[in-house]
């Protein structure tokens, strides 16, 4: 925790416990990368300050622009006065193999260098690139090391089709850096590395300060929107490859084919052009669908009025070992889910606790459309019992003491 003088200038109290957050790349940008971090320490912020923790966090990746805009932000916000920022600037160009290698070596030796002169007893990286930059330092410094597992980054190489040679030299990094983690916190209950002792499911919760469930207002909204006879399907993403666009909406073709007063809500920020394709190939008409790039704070609203929410997956390694934020925040905003199977962590939770539907990938989904439609249309019960789960499951509010307690105790 960061002190001022009676001059103003900051000091640090050296006999207090001090952790250090790696994130690689810009503190606020698009995306949930960025999005989960930010939950992360804006939820560890209180239980830092209580336990009298110094924080701090080094942002690596940065444009000389991305640098004055998150400066901007973070004065915006109470919470991050817990943490002294640190801002690395890109120097290099990413487009050629030996840029990012210039690049990534110099991030070590900065980052060394920061460990040097902060000396943490904690060193939490959020993703695989913060921890291959900082093991192998962590025998010199003995500090402990927090591995916070984002997917499963080998097997999405792999299917992205990387040469033999780079991901045979990466497997083997990975092995040795994982052997050096203290603690692995993992968004897949289902993903355990060998080599480390300590892996703890920590799911991609939600805040609950911004998505929640309010009935009043959702049916309020559904009328203001006259889809109050609407069946209502929400897709809130991007347009990436294993987000699986073009089955989620080849779906809902399906489902207006045989009920026509049904109707498609996308939240995107980016990649709409890619929706309407989609849409058009399969002969959605344009009085049947919504897209819209909104503020995080203004999502719950639209979500709420749904529903179902469209999570469809292929099987992939990449989607087994995941924990799409959306997940969480879907159920937070009453909205029960439409997934498959692939989603290994998320898909026995929706069936156990019945939140919704797990459906096979098949050519043609008359049966579960029937079935769908019958018990979820304007299923303001099963809304109301979503929001509750996730609640008590799936919100930051409930699950920070326990995260940084395990941290702590490291």
């Known amino acids: 925790m960061v002190y001022k003088t009676e001059k103003g200038k900051r000091i640090l109290n050296v006999n207090k416990k001090k952790i250090l957050f790696l994130l690689f790349s810009p503190l606020y940008t698009k995306g949930g990368h960025s999005k989960n971090f930010i939950n992360i ?7 830092i300050q209580m336990n009298d923790f110094n924080a701090r966090i080094i942002s690596f990746n940065n444009t000389n622009q991305d640098v004055v805009i998150n400066r901007q932000k973070v004065k915006q916000v109470d919470f991050l006065n817990t943490y002294k920022i640190v801002y690395f600037i890109r120097r290099f160009s990413s487009g050629k193999v030996v840029f990012q290698l210039v690049e990534f070596v110099l991030n070590v030796f900065r980052t060394f ?29 003995r500090f402990k090391l927090v591995f916070d597992m984002r997917g499963d980054t080998i097997n999405e190489l792999k299917v992205q089709k990387t040469s033999r040679l780079k991901l045979s030299i990466l497997a083997k990094l990975y092995n040795i850096a994982y052997s050096n983690v203290d ?11 060998d080599k480390i002792l300590k892996v703890v499911p920590k799911f991609n919760y939600y805040d609950g300060d911004v998505f929640a469930y309010n009935q009043d207002q ?32 080849r779906f809902f073709g399906q489902f207006y084919i045989k009920h026509n007063n049904s109707f498609l809500v996308i939240i995107s920020e980016f ?9 058009k190939d399969n002969n959605v008409p344009n009085n049947a669908w919504l897209i819209k790039s909104l503020k995080q704070t203004e999502i719950s609203s639209l979500q709420s009025i749904a529903d179902m929410a469209l999570l469809i997956r292929d099987d992939l390694p990449l989607n087994h070992h995941s924990f799409p934020t959306k997940f969480a925040e879907y159920l937070a905003c009453g909205v029960p889910v439409l997934m498959t199977p692939h989603i290994h962590s998320i898909a026995p ?17 008359s049966v579960d459309i029937n079935r769908i439609y019958d018990n979820y249309m304007n299923n303001y019960e099963k809304k109301s019992y979503c929001s509750d789960f996730a609640k008590k499951k799936l919100m930051w509010q409930n699950k920070a003491h326990d995260i940084f307690d395990l941290i702590d105790k490291l």
């Open 218 to 249: 959702a049916k309020q909204k559904k009328k203001e929107l006259d889809l109050n006879n609407k069946f209502v399907f929400v897709y809130t993403g991007n347009s990436r490859y294993y987000q699986m666009i073009d089955e989620t909406i």
């Open 183 to 193: 603690m692995l916190f993992s968004v897949s209950d289902t993903f355990k590395p």
């Open 113 to 141: 260098y920061q460990l040097v002169k902060y000396k943490p007893d904690i060193v939490y990286c959020y993703a695989d690139k913060p921890l291959l930059l900082s093991f192998i330092w962590k025998r010199i410094l």
């Open 271 to 279: 990649g709409q052009v890619n929706f309407v394709n989609h849409l």
């Open 349 to 365: 939770m929706v069936q156990k606790h019945h939140l919704g539907e797990v459906i096979t990938l098949k050519e043609d989904y």
């Open 41 to 47: 320490v804006k939820y560890l912020a209180q239980e």
